[in-house]
C-alpha cells in the first residue's frame, strides 16, 4: 500500500525546515506532496532545492487549508491519503499500524495519537485522542475538553470517534471525492469536523489508532487571535445548518446564539474586545449565507445519532467535569 502524504503550506518556510526532513525520513516507500498556498516566503524555493523527492503542487493563491486541499488532493495519485500539518513531527513507524488498520478497513477515515510537540507527555489540543460533538455542536475530544489537556497515559485504546483532526488524517481518495472533499467555505477551521459529520451522515466511520503516534506544534499556521475565533464561531455555525436533522434546526440554532452571547461576555470580562467583537462578526456573515446553506442541505442523508452528551458547556462549566472519562 502506498499513501500520498499531502502538507498543506502557507508561508510555512520556518515550520517545513524544522519537520519536513522527518516526515519524508519516516515516511519510506511513500510519496510526500506539498500544496502550496502561493507562499511570498522562500517555501517553495526550499523545497524544491533540497528534496527533489517531494512532489511540488503550485496553486495560484491562498485557497486556505479547505479549498487548497481539494484542487491540490486532484493530483495526488495514491489511493489513501494522508492530510497532515506543516507543524507536525511524525515518529518512526508511525504509518504502520495505519496501513494495517486501512487494509482491514479500507472504508474508514483515521486518526493517530496528537500529542504536544512541546509537552510531549500530554495531549495536543487540536484532536487529541479524537473528537466529539455535542448536541449544539461545541467540540471536544478524548484527552481535551475546552482548555483541559490531559496527560496521556494510554488511556484511550483504539475506537470509533466522531471526528479525525485536520492536523493528521487518512482516508481513501474515494470517500474524499465522493463527499466532495472540505467545504471551501470554510476557508480554515473546522472543515474537517464538517467533513467528518457528513461522512458520518453518509455511513461511513471515522476511528483513532492509538499506535500511530504524532506531535503537533498547534496552533502555527492560524494562531488564537480573533480571526481564529471568528472563524470557529462562523465555521460551527455553517457545520451545524448543513447537518442537524432539520426538525431540530432553529431549536437547535436559538439556544447556539444564547450561549454564543453568554460566550461573548467572557471574553468582554476578560478584556479581550476583539473576540468579542469576532464573534458578532461571525453571526452577521453567517446569516448573510444562511439562505444558500439552507438550499444546499442535503435532508435525506441527515442521522439523528451525532452526539453523545447535550452540553459539553454544561459538563464543563456547571458540573465541573473536565477529563473525558468523567462525562
Known amino acids: 500500500m502506498k499513501i500520498g502524504i499531502v502538507v498543506i503550506n502557507w508561508n510555512g518556510l520556518d515550520l517545513l525546515k524544522k519537520y519536513l526532513n522527518v516526515l519524508i525520513k519516516n515516511s519510506v516507500n511513500h510519496n510526500v506532496y506539498v500544496i502550496d498556498n502561493n507562499s511570498e516566503d522562500e517555501s517553495v524555493s526550499f523545497v524544491r532545492n533540497n ?7 503550485n496553486l495560484d493563491k491562498n ?14 495519485k495514491e489511493e489513501y491519503i494522508c492530510i497532515i500539518n506543516n507543524d507536525v513531527e511524525v515518529t518512526k513507524d508511525w504509518l ?7 487494509n482491514n478497513s479500507p472504508n474508514i477515515i483515521i486518526q493517530p495519537k496528537i500529542l504536544d510537540i512541546n509537552k510531549k507527555s500530554c495531549f495536543e489540543y487540536a484532536g487529541a485522542a479524537g473528537g ?31 471526528w479525525s483532526s485536520g492536523a493528521c488524517m487518512f482516508l481513501s481518495k474515494k470517500i474524499f471525492n465522493e463527499l466532495g472533499g472540505f467545504d471551501k467555505s470554510f476557508f480554515a477551521h473546522m472543515e474537517e469536523i464538517d467533513f467528518c459529520w457528513r ?31 471568528f472563524l470557529n ?27 454564543d452571547i453568554l460566550s461573548s461576555l467572557r471574553f468582554i470580562f476578560t478584556g479581550k ?28 442523508k441527515i442521522r439523528f445519532n451525532y452526539f453523545k452528551i447535550n452540553s459539553i458547556v454544561y459538563k464543563y462549566f456547571i458540573q465541573g467535569k473536565k477529563k473525558f472519562f468523567q462525562l
Not at 528534496?51 to 503542487?57: G, L, M, N, T, W
Not at 485557497?63 to 495526488?76: C, D, M, Q, S, T
Not at 460551527?236 to 447537518?243: D, I, R
Open 51 to 57: 528534496y527533489s523527492k517531494v512532489k511540488i503542487i
Open 63 to 76: 485557497y486556505g487549508f479547505a479549498e487548497g486541499y481539494n484542487r491540490g488532493i486532484l493530483k495526488v
Open 96 to 102: 504502520k499500524p495505519i496501513e494495517k488498520k486501512l
Open 132 to 162: 466529539y460533538i455535542d448536541k449544539y455542536g461545541y467540540t471536544y475530544c478524548r484527552g481535551r475538553i475546552f482548555d483541559t489537556i490531559e496527560e496521556d497515559n494510554n488511556q484511550y485504546k483504539d475506537g470509533e470517534i466522531f
Open 199 to 229: 461522512a458520518f451522515n453518509h455511513g461511513y466511520k471515522t476511528h483513532f489508532v492509538s499506535s500511530s503516534k504524532i506531535y503537533h506544534q498547534g496552533a502555527a499556521t492560524i494562531r488564537k487571535d480573533s480571526k481564529k475565533t
Open 233 to 259: 464561531y462562523r465555521n460551527s455555525l455553517l457545520m451545524l445548518t448543513k447537518n442537524l436533522p432539520l426538525k431540530s434546526l432553529f431549536s437547535t440554532l436559538l439556544i447556539r446564539l444564547i450561549m
Open 273 to 300: 474586545i476583539y473576540h468579542f467583537m469576532s464573534i458578532y462578526k461571525a453571526h452577521f456573515h453567517y446569516y448573510l449565507m444562511l439562505k444558500n446553506l439552507l438550499k444546499s442541505r442535503n435532508n435525506g
